[in-house]
């Protein structure tokens, strides 16, 4: 999977589940490396979108109605499937949200809704999810930037059955446990963090 696909995967599933101005994130920091094109428009269309959702949910109409206006424009130029998202289908939602800003434009990925639990077997969207999903929620994003740092280093190096890669799926997928996750995930990283401390003293 593409660093591309894998924001683009982070983004949708982050939005689905409610993290609207949230879901901008893992798709700004893909944007941001693009060249001029296709890709770079089709996340800056999604970012957009989000941001229209978000105005829209907090009253800013007027906000709402730009920025759907200026997303169904970036989308305007892009096939109705584009890296199996439903452009055509987000575009006509964004006409009706400029007229009438309320509600939310359903974003699909090869014709389903992602949800977050999808994420649980794909460490690259879930890395780039879980700071978003984590700030999102209200929970203290410092432990899990400290864990997505350390299961990165652990899949990147072949090590599938690291811990940290283990929490930061868990934390992303398994809404029911969640909470759970988080408590062990927070004391995992800050022992962790610990012992690299004292080692730093011995020098």
Not at 74 to 85: A, D, T
Not at 152 to 165: N, T, V
Request: aromatic content about 8%; hydrophobic content about 40%.
């Amino acid at each position: 999977m593409t660093e591309f696909e894998a924001a683009l995967r982070a983004g949708i599933a982050v939005y689905t589940a409610g993290g609207h101005h949230a879901a901008h994130d893992p798709w700004e920091a893909a944007w941001l490396d693009l060249p001029e094109g296709p890709e770079k428009d089709l996340l800056q269309g999604l970012i957009q979108t989000a941001g229209a959702v978000h105005h829209a949910a907090s009253g800013n109409r007027e906000g709402a109605v730009g920025l759907a206006g200026s997303a169904r424009e970036y989308l305007s130029g892009l096939p109705p499937g584009f890296k199996g998202v439903n452009v055509g289908t987000l575009r006509l939602c964004l006409s009706h949200l400029e007229r009438v800003p309320e509600g939310t434009p359903r974003i699909t990925y090869r014709g389903e809704r992602l949800e977050l639990e999808s994420l649980g077997a794909d460490p690259e969207a879930a890395f780039r999810a879980a700071v978003p999903l984590a700030d999102a929620l209200g929970y203290d994003t410092d432990p899990i930037e400290g864990a997505v740092e350390y299961a990165r280093d652990a899949y990147e190096a072949g090590e599938h059955s690291d811990k940290f890669l283990r929490f930061v799926l868990d934390f992303v997928a398994d809404d029911a446990h969640r909470a759970v996750v988080y408590t062990r995930l927070s004391e995992t990283v800050s022992k962790r963090r610990m012992r690299e401390e004292d080692v730093k003293n011995l020098f």
